[in-house]
């Protein structure tokens, strides 16, 4: 079975642009959450969908959204970048939300995002 | 005051060393995972506690829900388990979320 996917790995972005970033969790695992990591640091919680509804979001501005579709794949998306945005965004998907019983995250690779 | 905290940020032994890294956390929580993240970034969970003490293969990771305290332990440490390390925790009522320490970056030389 495939793991988590992210989409696209690699991405360079200028200030004041827009980026998308995909993910597609494990088949059958309905809940996605996103994460941002700035090098040499751990990971900031972003965001939980869980059918397609937000169930948590983290300390971030309003320029970052997201959305989770039919199929449970997520786009993270962030509006008119700034220097700082530059970081690894991770996404995990895991069979239920955080909210029940506690079960296993799992991780995709990662889009490292570079804004210059 | 991070909510997670991590210790040690660094840590480097030598080959077949037994390591410890611990994680105290000041919030309540309904689960503690515990991270291995490798250079490239991908990140694996290795365990996922909520009370107790659990075991895989040379990793053991224990947690003290009164203490808030939890604790990642690697027997006959390898080059092969140098990576970082991270705890994480899930917090909050309804809309939940997972708040990460800062990692142990372990480095095991042969």
């Known amino acids: 079975d495939a793991g988590v996917t992210q989409s696209p790995t690699h991405l360079i972005k200028t200030r004041g642009q827009q980026v998308t970033l995909r993910c597609s969790p494990i088949?059958?695992?309905?809940?996605v959450s996103w994460y941002q990591q700035v090098l040499g640091q751990g990971p900031q919680f972003i965001f939980q969908?869980?059918?397609?509804?937000?169930?948590g979001r983290g300390n971030f501005p309003d320029r970052f959204s997201a959305r989770q579709f039919p199929n449970y794949s997520s786009e993270l998306n962030v509006n008119a970048l700034l220097l700082g945005d530059s970081a690894l965004y991770l996404c995990?998907?895991?069979?239920?939300?955080?909210?029940?019983?506690?079960?296993?995250?799992?991780f995709g690779n990662g889009t490292r995002l570079t804004v210059t | 005051k991070n909510e997670v905290e991590q210790s040690p940020q660094n840590l480097t032994a030598q080959e077949g060393e037994f390591i410890t890294i611990n994680c105290s956390y000041s919030?309540?929580?309904?689960?503690l995972h515990w991270l291995q993240q490798h250079p490239g970034g991908g990140i694996v969970s290795l365990f996922m506690?909520?009370?107790g003490k659990k075991k895989h293969g040379r990793l053991i990771a224990t947690i003290n829900i009164q203490e808030k305290h939890s604790s990642l332990h690697i027997t006959a440490s390898h080059p092969r388990d140098s990576a970082v390390y991270i705890c994480?925790?899930?917090?909050?009522?309804?809309?939940?979320?997972?708040?990460f320490g800062q990692g142990t970056r372990l480095t095991i030389n042969p």
């Open positions: 088949s059958g695992h309905k809940s």
């Open positions: 506690l909520s009370s």
């Open positions: 969908y869980y059918e397609k509804e937000e169930r």
């Open positions: 919030v309540g929580i309904s689960a």
């Open positions: 995990a998907s895991r069979d239920r939300p955080f909210s029940w019983l506690p079960s296993p995250l799992h």
């Open positions: 994480a925790v899930t917090v909050g009522q309804g809309a939940q979320k997972l708040v």
